[in-house]
């Protein structure tokens, strides 16, 4: 396959995971809370907390809660999300755990609709011609979060987590060197029998480097592969209280390699990338399959369901980097000599929490996390519950931690 957006499933007898429990250890600040629509009061999730400056950030689970450790005792942090007005919140003179944060939906001017005339190929390919200025050209080290679950039906029988080290060579370069190294992580498994045929995403923490398309636009942002899609203006939304372009994107024609519709997002006033969400298409199951899976056990039918990948950038004092990824893979295992298939959930997601270094060298190749390296074989077993001190991670959602709890019983 062309491309390495194919993010390949891996069958294998192996079932990797980490505990999810989380404590602030030492001198660190805790910021803490919940972020609901302030219309519907809907607990919103992915939703990003950042200090002034951008250095330290989280983002919100799938429940709306977020805590944010910080070396220093913040003024102010800011919130925002997908279709929301930001708001910029003063921590001064209140307490600063279990914050209750609302915010409005975003709107869109008569003004900012006028841009969905405008040619949607030139708008790509005009924010990619800014890439140089609007990206740092720095050689970067970030501090990352990273979880990955896997479910069988409803239950989790498989959760992995790492703190991970990003190193980003300036998007001036033409050879990215971009590496991840793992600074430290755990795994819980399930010992049921009947689980120990499982599902791991191939490349688990680098993905953060193979999914950098701002960086390799050959991947789908070039000149020569967006010939091979259909583009669109939609109507537009804010991020960040920021009005963005929205670009629809899908298969203009039927080839191994093109084969994902989603949206692009890009800001209206610095045409920086903002957003971009991918699904895989799913009407010839022999094709998403070859796309999906590197190898099964014999005797075992995989039948695909679902793949999407969001990547999202966001900008700090006028330089943008890459800040959150997303990946939800649904699928079924059918077994030869069983009645019922069973249905397989694997979803990832990594946040940058912490801006380590803007002059940083690259990590060495010895201790680079490879997208073929096997996360179980990297982390270290579950043990301790206040094993992530100070680290800036996401919270787990409730079911998460009641599935964790579950596991450690066994």
Not at 242 to 253: C, D, G, L, T
Request: hydrophobic share 40%; aromatic share 8%; glycine share 4%.
């Amino acid at each position: 396959m062309k491309s390495i957006l194919r993010l390949s499933l891996l069958l294998s007898l192996a079932l990797f995971g980490l505990c999810v429990e989380i404590a602030a250890q030492g001198n660190m600040h805790v910021v803490s809370g919940v972020v609901r629509d302030a219309n519907t009061g809907r607990k919103l999730s992915q939703a990003s907390i950042t200090t002034i400056g951008g250095h330290e950030a989280t983002v919100t689970n799938v429940d709306g809660r977020f805590t944010l450790k910080t070396v220093e005792k913040p003024h102010f942090i800011v919130v925002s999300c997908l279709g929301y007005n930001a708001i910029r919140l003063s921590l001064d003179g209140q307490k600063v755990t279990d914050l209750k944060v609302k915010l409005t939906p975003g709107t869109i001017t008569l003004e900012e609709l006028i841009v969905t005339s405008m040619d949607p190929k030139e708008i790509v390919l005009a924010a990619m011609a800014k890439v140089p200025d609007n990206y740092s050209r720095n050689n970067e080290l970030m501090r990352c979060f990273y979880r990955e679950t896997t479910q069988k039906g409803r239950r989790y029988i498989d959760v992995a987590e790492a703190v991970t080290l990003l190193y980003k060579s300036g998007y001036n370069k033409k050879i990215p060197l971009d590496r991840v190294a793992i600074e430290k992580g755990r795994q819980l498994i399930s010992e049921r029998a009947a689980d120990t045929l499982g599902a791991k995403m191939r490349g688990g923490p680098a993905l953060a480097v193979h999914l950098d398309l701002v960086k390799i636009p050959e991947l789908l942002l070039s000149n020569e592969e967006l010939d091979f899609y259909k583009l669109q203006m939609e109507i537009p939304v804010t991020i960040d209280g920021r009005p963005q372009m929205v670009i629809s994107f899908a298969p203009a024609y039927i080839t191994d390699h093109v084969l994902y519709y989603g949206k692009i997002y890009i800001d209206r006033q610095t045409l920086t990338f903002t957003r971009i969400e991918m699904s895989l298409d799913m009407r010839d199951e022999l094709r998403a399959t070859a796309c999906m899976l590197l190898h099964k056990p014999a005797g075992v039918r995989f039948k695909p369901r679902e793949m999407k990948t969001t990547v999202a950038y966001r900008m700090v004092d006028g330089v943008s980097r890459m800040h959150y990824m997303h990946s939800d893979v649904r699928f079924y295992c059918e077994w030869k000599k069983k009645l019922f298939a069973s249905p397989y959930h694997v979803e990832a997601e990594m946040v940058v929490t912490d801006l380590v270094s803007e002059d940083a060298k690259p990590i060495p190749a010895r201790e680079a996390f490879s997208s073929h390296d096997a996360y179980y074989d990297k982390a270290k077993a579950f043990s301790d519950p206040n094993f992530w001190e100070d680290y800036n991670i996401i919270e787990p959602s409730e079911s998460l931690e009641h599935a964790v709890h579950k596991l450690k019983k066994k």
